[in-house]
């Protein structure tokens, strides 16, 4: 059995970018930028980096979210890590990794506190 899924949780670069295919099937790609977790023993003036992903949710579920989607907003993505090739006009090959978003949320609050021992 072989298994593959990616999650991450960050915030939008850009407006959603929602586009056709030659039939009509809708594309939103989106790219989703996460920050590096400094380690607490890093100088306090040290800034963390920003890792950008791209990612893509084809259909009618790209088209439902891409009204609700704006820069900044704050998403939690799963899905699956692709490789896409493509040529430029130049005719040099590039490989892009693209993560197919299966499941995007909205996140609405930007610190959650849950006491889990309530729950026992």
Known sequence: MSFSQIVIIGHLGVDPDLKYTKNQTAVMNISVGVPEKLSPKAPMDKKPKTFWHKCRRWGKQAEQLKPMLKKGDKVFIKGTLIYDSWQDRTGNWH??????????????????????????
Do not use: G, N, P, V
């Not at 490989?95 to 026992?120: G, N, P, R, T, V």
């Open 95 to 120: 490989k892009d990794a693209i993560i197919e978003i299966e499941h995007l949320e909205k996140m609405y609050f930007e610190k959650i506190s849950i006491d889990l021992e309530s729950f026992k």
